[in-house]
């Protein structure tokens, strides 16, 4: 099983996303959710964790722009992007947190022009 996420894309600096990811119920249900992002040449690294009891928390980057959220009925988790930023340019992925490598997705791209 993988965890594909989707929603990504070409916007401007200023705009705005919003990510989605669904996965197995048996994993959902006993997971914390995170987003992990990307860029190239860079390490792939944790932006922002929704526990299951809904607590967030947000890597300095993207704190007071992106919103994690989670519905455990859909088993599905989202990112809103905010105010994106040419630095926001990435690929995201969306895994446990801790993650387990047999759960990482091609990921959706996101690009911000300037």
């Known amino acids: 099983v993988q965890l594909q996420a989707s929603g990504g894309g070409l916007v401007q600096a200023g705009e705005s996303l919003r990510l989605s990811c669904a996965a197995p119920?048996?994993?959902?249900?006993?997971?914390?959710m995170g987003w992990y992002r990307q860029a190239p040449g860079e390490e792939r690294y944790l932006i922002a964790t929704v526990t299951r009891a809904n607590t967030t928390s947000y890597a300095r980057a993207v704190k007071g722009r992106f919103t994690i959220s989670r519905d455990n009925f859909k088993s599905t988790v989202w990112l809103q992007m905010n105010s994106l930023m040419p630095e926001d340019t990435a690929a995201y992925f969306c895994?446990?947190?801790?993650?387990?490598?047999?759960?990482w997705g091609q990921g959706t791209q996101v690009t911000v022009s300037s």
């Open positions: 119920g048996n994993i959902f249900r006993f997971s914390a």
């Open positions: 895994n446990t947190v801790p993650h387990d490598d047999a759960l």
